[in-house]
């Protein structure tokens, strides 16, 4: 199983996002955690903003096109995408596969 996290800016998009990966089957399911405090440096400057932590749940054989449809419909200059494999149970790991498509 991978995680693919991505902070956004609101509910808004990170729900948008959510349901486009997810018609597309590119995941089989998105957590959405609000209230995330991010301090970054950006064009110079170190900024604060709060943001809202998207993770979707997908296989490794997805995770390029997610990673695309991701940026594509993100509304940040640079979205910061990344990904990570995680151990499952076997029942996870099927569930995530049916619903993947795999």
């Not at 956004?8 to 597309?24: F, H, N, Q, V, Y």
């Not at 993770?55 to 594509?72: E, G, H, I, N, S």
Request: with cysteine.
């Amino acid at each position: 199983m991978i995680h693919l996290t991505v902070p956004c800016p609101d509910m808004d998009t990170a729900r948008a996002i959510a349901r486009a990966a997810l018609s597309a089957r590119l995941a089989a399911c998105a957590n959405m955690t609000p209230g995330m405090v991010s301090l970054f440096h950006w064009q110079e400057r170190i900024e604060e903003d709060t943001e809202v932590n998207l993770l979707l749940k997908t296989r490794a054989a997805l995770v390029d096109d997610l990673a695309a449809l991701v940026a594509r419909t993100h509304p940040y200059d640079l979205p910061v995408i990344t990904w990570e494999a995680r151990h499952s149970t076997p029942e996870a790991s099927t569930w995530l596969n049916e619903e993947t498509g795999g």
